[in-house]
């Protein structure tokens, strides 16, 4: 097999949860661009539906599809009718999460720990890592039934390192911060990541993480700047620069690897 080869997805189905969000999308034209034939999976059907037309007018395979990663009934639903589409299904990416942003279209985190709100800690650990687990579960079946499966959970820096909360301080504003939940449930990600590739290991089935350091998407210029200054590349990523790690991840280019984190972070975590 050539070194394209074994980047090449023909004939393999892609479920990417959380598909028509900033990395989901990236995730999935990548995904269909290698070969695949891939189910864009989010709560936001509008949204997916977007993608999928815009991706199938370049000639790739895509079906958008709504999910509810937080319900058994609806994630189970969405691995019947990716089944029904397809009749295979090869590969899970779970980008599913609630991120807490800092660009300009969001905001709103003032709320420090010890006033944290129950509610909104237990609406995080149901998507971020309730969702993780019930999508693995969901797809396991059918990929012991074929006797392959790949798996790419997707975590963070922030699962190996604390937020560093200097960088969401503004002089003369309101004071924000990265909210305990994100770190606390992508570090559980890490954790089922582990335990499912040891679980499924002899039966063929590879479970990695993929860890991103930050995305730029539109931050004002102090953010950027502070946060490119935590990086040995000096910048923010950008959100293509997932692509080529995500493809090894879901390809047979990382054949040999299961249990792992790649992490992508400009070298935010080495220093």
């Known amino acids: 097999m050539s070194v394209e080869d074994l980047f090449r997805l023909d004939g393999r189905v892609a479920v990417v949860t959380g598909g028509a969000g900033l990395l989901g999308a990236q995730f ?3 995904l269909a661009e290698a070969g ?37 009934a609806s994630v189970h639903e969405m691995v019947q009718t990716t089944l029904k589409l397809f009749a295979r299904l090869d590969i899970l990416v779970n980008s599913a999460a609630l991120d807490p942003k800092f660009d300009p279209q969001h905001g709103g985190h003032e709320q420090g720990f010890e006033h944290y709100p129950l509610e909104a800690w237990n609406q995080a650990l149901a998507v971020n890592l309730t969702g993780a687990f019930l999508c693995c579960q969901a797809v396991i079946p059918p990929m012991l039934e074929q006797g392959r499966g790949v798996i790419v959970n997707l975590a963070s820096i922030y699962a190996l390192t604390a937020p560093d909360q200097r960088l969401y301080q503004r002089p003369g504003k309101a004071v924000q911060y990265k909210p305990a ?41 102090d953010f950027v700047r502070a946060y490119s200054a935590r990086t040995m590349l000096g910048r923010m ?24 984190n790649l992490v992508v972070d400009g070298g935010w975590s080495a220093w």
Not at 51 to 68: H, M, T, Y
């Open 237 to 260: 990523a950008r959100k293509e620069d997932l692509n080529g790690a995500l493809l090894f991840l879901a390809s047979d280019a990382s054949a040999y690897m299961t249990g792992a």
């Open 181 to 221: 939940y994100y770190p606390v449930t992508k570090a559980g990600v890490l954790a089922l990541t582990a335990y499912l590739a040891a679980y499924y290991g002899e039966k063929n089935i590879r479970v990695n993480a993929l860890s991103p350091g930050g995305v730029y998407n539109g931050h004002d210029e």
């Open 28 to 30: 999935c034209r990548t």
């Open 36 to 72: 695949a034939a891939v189910v864009i999976a989010d709560l936001n059907e509008q949204a997916a539906r977007s993608i999928e037309q815009a991706l199938s007018e370049d000639g790739l395979i895509v079906r958008a599809v709504a999910v509810d990663v937080t319900s058994a």
